[in-house]
């Protein structure tokens, strides 16, 4: 198989990182956000995809066979305050890259395409996106199935690891616990939580193999976020009895959450050979590397 050259946006963020870390060194890749921080600067060229100048010059320099496109704005709650900037970076943006692209877009999207009434999903259920974040991805998706260039398109959910430069659920927990800081933590939000590492592994064997289509990713087991920070603590010999059960309804958060969300991935395994990863190896291996 020839190695591709792959444009990456979105590359300083969560996910980003981790396709850093897994990428073979014979690939070729172009790391591109929009802001970067002083560490990444000599590695990551600037990119902003809501700038359709500032996509064609890069285009232009760089001629990928395909965009690995992880921009986007996640902030949930952020996207309910301030819709308008999250359809342009997570739709329009989407839009730009498909009006001067031709080749092959892989897109990431969410579980919070449904509303959470009855997760785990497949990938022909019924969405129901419940808040502005969940609708401009689900918007962002019909952008690339009806633009008719070639698409993948991976739903996730809940993506973690103990990244040291940004706020992670891991990092929270496990740094909270560590000072003896209390927690509390929602008993009532249901996924398959996916560490951001084996998620990059499959996006790029799926670049690799040409993939198209819609599939469903995550991880192997379907807990709720108490139950993921007991997970947590155990595996770093933490003190549970810091982490107290909320419901989500107590957080007053300004974006309603899909609470029985999650990912069935039978679909994507049988078809590319894939293994959902179990939660115990993606913790351990995380617990190796930062060597505690
Ligand atoms: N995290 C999850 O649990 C989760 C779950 C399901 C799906 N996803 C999807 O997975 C993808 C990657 O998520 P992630 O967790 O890696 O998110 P992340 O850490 O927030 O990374 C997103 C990156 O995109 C950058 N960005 C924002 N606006 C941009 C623009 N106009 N031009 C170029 N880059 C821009 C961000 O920069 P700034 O930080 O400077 O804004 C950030 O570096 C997203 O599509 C997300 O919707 C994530």
Not at 192 to 209: G, M
Not at 264 to 277: E, G, S, V
């Amino acid at each position: 198989m020839t190695a591709k050259r792959i444009l990456v946006t979105g590359a300083a963020g969560q996910l980003g990182q981790a396709v850093r870390d897994v990428r073979s060194p014979e690939a070729d890749f172009i790391f591109t956000d929009v802001v970067i921080p002083p560490e990444l600067t000599p590695t990551t060229e600037v990119m902003d995809i809501t700038d359709r100048k500032s996509i064609g010059n890069i285009l232009d320099e760089t001629q990928p066979d395909c965009i690995l496109n992880l921009a986007a704005m996640t902030d949930v709650d952020g996207c309910e305050l301030k819709p308008e900037l999250a359809n342009r970076i997570n739709v329009e943006s989407v839009k730009n890259l498909r009006e001067l692209f031709s080749g092959l877009i892989v897109h990431i999207s969410t579980d919070y395409v449904f509303d959470g009434l009855a997760g785990p999903y497949h990938e022909d259920d019924p969405v129901h996106p419940l808040s502005v974040y969940g609708q401009t991805k689900r918007d962002s998706e019909l952008v690339l199935q009806n633009a008719g260039g070639p698409f993948c398109i991976i739903r996730t959910n809940v993506v973690f690891d103990y990244t040291r430069t940004r706020a992670s659920f891991v990092k929270w927990v496990v740094d909270s616990l560590k000072a003896g800081q209390p927690i509390r933590v929602v008993d009532d939000q249901w996924n398959n939580p996916t560490w951001t590492v084996d998620l990059a592994e499959k996006l790029l064997v799926l670049i690799q193999r040409d993939a198209h289509g819609l599939y469903h990713y995550g991880g192997a087991d379907y807990l709720n976020r108490y139950q993921f920070s007991h997970r947590i603590a155990d595996k770093f010999h933490l003190d549970k009895a810091l982490i107290s059960r909320i419901s989500t309804s107590e957080l007053n958060q300004a974006a309603p959450r899909p609470l029985k969300g999650g990912l069935h991935t039978d679909t994507i395994c049988r078809k590319f050979n894939f293994a959902p990863l179990p939660l115990n190896e993606a913790l351990d291996a995380i617990k190796q590397r930062l060597g505690t």
